[in-house]
């Protein structure tokens, strides 16, 4: 069965600072990884999405993820955070982009001045 | 519509009593999903609807639970007999089954007092 794992439920960095946020999955085949923001009282909103192909993938909001197969790891870095980027941020792996995503339980940011 | 939308945006509710949450997903989305958003716990699949196919019922946390989709699009999540764990937020997603990713709604916040 597919699983993701966020090892860090929260993370604090300095404005400025650089980002990242580690997720690990657990899935025999290539997997279709995710990662999605949701700022207070919000929906979620996607960031990125790997399927195949280049395994550094850019996404909005200057985010960009790298795919480790051998590592089973899609951690997600943004060389400068902004204040606005303090949120929770899942990571989600699925079979493919029909089937319902698992997610892991997020991890929150908070953005210091 | 423009984003999938979901009412109402906030439930109150009593203890036992039924409730149905709303989700209108984006025009020409073939597959919609529902996932519930405990307090400092990921996301939890509950059901899955593609096309016309039987749905993927398999999270649906106990016979309490319900949904349908009417026509392909409009969705209603059913919980009857509602209890205080049944608090949360639920939170609907579509998609068009190719691979742009998951669109959510801002979830409807259950309280069940």
């Known amino acids: 069965a597919q699983s993701v794992t966020q090892p860090d439920i929260h993370i604090t960095v300095s404005e400025g600072a650089s980002l990242e946020l580690r997720c690990n999955y657990s899935y025999g085949a290539t997997p279709y990884l995710f990662w999605y923001v949701q700022s207070p009282g919000q929906g979620l909103q996607l960031l990125l999405k790997y399927f195949s192909g280049d395994t550094l993938v850019q996404g909005i909001k200057g985010f960009e993820a790298e795919f480790k197969r051998s590592q089973s790891s899609f951690n997600l870095r943004k060389p400068s955070v902004h204040w606005s980027d303090a949120a929770e941020y899942f990571c989600?792996?699925?079979?493919?982009?029909?089937?319902?995503?698992?997610f892991g339980k997020g991890t929150s940011l908070l953005v210091t001045p | 519509g423009a984003g999938v939308s979901q009412s109402p945006s906030n439930k109150v509710t009593e203890k036992g009593k039924d409730v149905e949450l709303r989700c209108d997903p984006i025009s020409g989305h073939t597959a919609l999903y529902w996932y519930r958003q405990s307090l400092g716990q990921g996301l939890e699949f509950l059901i899955y609807?593609?096309?016309?196919?039987?749905?993927?019922k398999s999270g649906l946390p106990s016979d309490r639970f319900s949904a349908e989709r009417t026509g392909g699009s409009v969705s209603t999540l059913t919980i009857q007999r509602t209890q205080q764990e049944d608090s949360a937020v639920y939170l609907c997603?579509?998609?068009?089954?190719?691979?742009?990713?998951?669109?959510f709604g801002s979830g409807t916040r259950l309280t069940v007092v």
């Open positions: 997603a579509s998609s068009s089954g190719s691979r742009g990713g998951y669109t």
């Open positions: 989600a792996v699925g079979r493919d982009s029909g089937y319902a995503l698992n």
């Open positions: 609807f593609q096309g016309n196919s039987a749905p993927d």
